[in-house]
Each structure stands twice: as C-alpha cells, then as structure tokens.
C-alpha cells in the first residue's frame, strides 16, 4: 500500500504571497503589530517569522513588547493604543501569554477590524452566524481547511476536529459547517477517540499534545490535518504520529511542512482584507 500524499502548505502559500504583492495598493505600506507579552522563546521564534514574510512581502511590521511584569493591565493599555493607531492595519497577539495574563481578557481589547487572527468574538460570532464574508478568518483553521480541500471534497464529509482550543478548533468546527460537512468536536473529555477518528472522512488535530492520534485509530483513505507543534528532543513533531498514520491514510500534512507555512502567509492576507473591512466601514486607511 502507497504511503499517504504530502499535503504542503507551501505551494499555496506561494499562490497567495504573489496574490498580495499584485493587490497590495500602491503608495501604501500595510502595517501588522505583533504584540509578544511572554518570555517563551518559541513566541519569540513565530514573531521572528513574521518578519521574515513581511519583508519579503514587502509590508510594514512592529513588534510590540510588552513586559509581562506590567500584568493585565499593560497588555490591554498597548493593544487598546494599537488599535487606535490609524498607521497600525493589523494587530496579532502572540500566543502563549505569559503566566498570570488572561488571553480572553486581551483579546477582547483588540479592535475586530485589525484582529487579523480572528480571534475576537465579533470575529468568530460572525463565522458562527455563518456570515464569514464580513469577518476576518482565523489564519490555521483556514489553512487547515484549505489543505484539507485539496485532498477531499469537504461538503457532505465526516469530518472530525480533535481539539476546542480558541486557535484552531472553535473556529474550525463552525468553519467546516459553513461548508457543509458533518462535523464532531473532540476533547479530553471525549470517551472513545479512537472510534470518532475512525468514523470520519477527514480528521484536523489541534491539542498540542505529541503523537495523540495514531495508526491505529486511522483507516484507509482518510485525510488528516494536523495542526499541533511540539518540541519533542529537539524535533519539532505534531499531534498525529505520523510514522504510524503516514502508512494508512490517503493524504497527511506533515509537520514542520503542512499547516504552518500556509498559516504565516494567511496572516498577511487577512491584513489587506482587514484594511478592506475598515474602509467599508468608512474609516480613512492610510
């Protein structure tokens, strides 16, 4: 039996970089803040990335540091400025915060129309109500979609998210309903994994928890997404253990590979929509 097909985020994310450099308007430089309040270095490593794509792309790009011994009340000062700032098109908050700073809290002083994340609950009511036209999309539960859409048809799939964290999976879920799959949510508290991830079509994984889903649980045909990074004895390694599943299904993302590349560059995209966004709603973009 074939070794399942490399679903690679980077051909599509090179699609969309050369889409954003032809819509990108001229004489104006979009500017993303990338606000890191926590000493992990691996939040610092995903800002460094950004900045890496920004300047390929050629856009404006601030990272905002914010100490965390400031507390709560710090970071919401300097996102509530960000959003504010009429030079400042997109705002992303670097996740993990650090101990003692509440997530829900910081979000919520983000401005929805520079959320270029889409983790605001005005972002994901709207994905809820259905109406992803008028929100910005959450940059991995979109590119989990869109690899996902290059293997299998997602209307009418059984399709299986493994994880309800606010970055991937309560936005994914609601996502893949907008598009007609039939979808079950799992968690730690689900009773038999195994047989839920077996049932279903397409499985996405997104706990941070290395190795959760194996060949065991997989059957024939079957697309999986995973969309968890872990460190693992100096490897960078997913949710799905991809040397027992790779064997057994149709198509797997690999990681590093898969989920990430296409996520990094989807940020910059939701920038000039959300530069869209605000115009529509009668702002002076500038």
Request: glycine share 10%; aromatic share 2%.
């Amino acid at each position: 039996m074939a070794e399942a097909a490399a679903l690679l985020g980077k051909p599509i994310a090179e699609r969309i970089r050369s889409r954003i450099l032809a819509e990108t308007p001229p004489g104006l430089r979009p500017c993303l803040a990338v606000v890191v309040a926590s000493d992990d270095a691996a939040v610092a490593r995903y800002a460094a990335a950004k900045q890496r794509t920004a300047d390929a792309l050629g856009l404006g790009f601030r990272v905002e540091t914010v100490d965390p011994a400031g507390g709560q009340a710090a970071l919401d000062a300097r996102l509530a400025a960000l959003s504010a700032d009429p030079g400042v098109h997109g705002i992303l908050l670097e996740l993990p915060l650090a101990a003692g700073l509440d997530a829900d809290v910081a979000v919520r002083q983000l401005d929805p129309l520079k959320d270029v994340d889409g983790l605001t609950p005005h972002n994901l009511g709207l994905i809820a109500a259905g109406r992803e036209a008028d929100a910005l999309l959450p940059a991995t539960p979109d590119a989990c979609i869109r690899l996902a859409g290059t293997a299998a048809d997602l209307k009418g799939a059984r399709a299986v998210v493994v994880g309800r964290g606010r970055a991937v999976g309560r936005a994914l879920a609601p996502m893949l309903v907008n598009r007609d799959a039939t979808v079950t949510v799992c968690h730690s508290r689900t009773r038999d994994l195994a047989a839920a991830v077996a049932a279903a079509d397409i499985v996405f994984v997104a706990t941070g928890r290395p190795g959760l889903v194996t060949g065991t649980m997989a059957r024939p045909g079957q697309v999986v997404v995973d969309a968890g990074i872990s460190v693992v004895d100096g490897r960078v390694v997913g949710d799905v253990d991809a040397d027992s599943v790779r064997p057994v299904v149709a198509a797997l993302t690999p990681v590093p590979g898969g989920v990430g590349p296409l996520t990094a560059t989807l940020i910059f995209a939701n920038l000039l929509r959300a530069m869209e966004l605000q115009r529509r709603a009668g702002r002076n973009v500038r």
